[in-house]
């Protein structure tokens, strides 16, 4: 059992924003880091991999959909998304095999929380939608797999951050690292003594976009980098679009 997690998710490749994070001092001295998926789908996919896995065993990497895609590429599998195809093709194969072995969902005993789970999109499929307004009886479908023992989830996946019960079941997503909507910087998420507390490191915005275009090699990095890093969409723009993915 551990006493403090700090959660980070859909780091999507921005070495920067994923450093400035493991920098602040409640992340440096957390007894694990657990990052909920989409990895290395962006513009410093290997750096960014090396980093993670750096930290050793006080690491917990699970799987996303984007990480899933990534070794689909390599395989010859189609993706629409032009940076996850030149991202894959970046990767070393050791890196391939490290996102192919990636577990999900993964559950571990936090002090205070007992048995916490953590995905990407949904306990049951890395891809599922669920958003802070969705219908509890989505919810339900969605943790219909789960044992009773498990009332603490934490899943990534659409990149904004919230806490809520959903019916006596305590859900946090903490947001985004790479790609934030509603404002820039390193969203993530705090689990310590028996609270969560969603955090939010800031960042000089026009340094790491430069810094992304400097040491990337994507062609389009410029342009990602203005969109994604600036957070150029709204979470309410946001909330919009997945909307539909919910069900509702």
């Known amino acids: 059992m551990v006493a403090s997690v700090a959660v980070l998710s859909d780091v999507h490749g921005v070495l920067p924003v994923l450093e400035a994070v493991l920098a602040e001092p409640d992340v440096a001295s957390a007894d694990l880091v657990v990052v909920t998926g989409d990895h290395a789908a962006g513009p410093m996919p290997v750096e960014t991999l090396d980093l993670l896995t750096s930290l050793g065993e006080r690491c917990v990497l699970v799987r996303g959909n984007a990480d899933r895609e990534l070794v689909g590429i390599t395989r010859g599998e189609p993706c629409e998304h032009p940076e996850s195809v030149w991202a894959a093709h970046q990767l ?3 890196q391939v095999a ?5 577990p999900h969902p993964v559950t571990l005993e ?8 953590f995905c990407h999109g949904s306990p049951r499929d890395d891809d599922e939608v669920v958003l802070v307004d969705t219908r509890l009886e989505r919810w339900a479908e969605a943790f219909s797999g789960l044992p009773a023992t498990v009332q603490t989830v934490v899943c990534g996946h659409t990149h904004m951050p919230f806490v809520r019960l959903v019916d ?3 859900v946090i997503n903490p947001g985004s690292i790479g790609m934030p909507y509603g404002r820039p910087g390193g969203a993530w998420a705090l689990l310590r003594d028996r609270q969560v507390s969603l955090r939010h490191t800031e960042i000089d915005v026009d340094a790491t976009c430069a810094r992304v275009v400097a040491e990337s090699t994507y062609p389009d990095r ?3 980098a203005d969109e994604y890093i600036r957070s150029r969409h709204s979470d309410a723009v946001a909330l919009t679009v997945f909307a539909p993915r919910d069900g509702r």
């Not at 936090?110 to 789970?117: E, H, K, T, Y």
């Open 168 to 170: 006596r079941r305590l």
């Open 222 to 224: 410029q342009a990602w």
């Open 110 to 117: 936090v002090d205070g929380f007992g048995p916490v789970l």
């Open 92 to 94: 070393r194969d050791d």
């Open 98 to 102: 490290l996102l192919d072995r990636l």
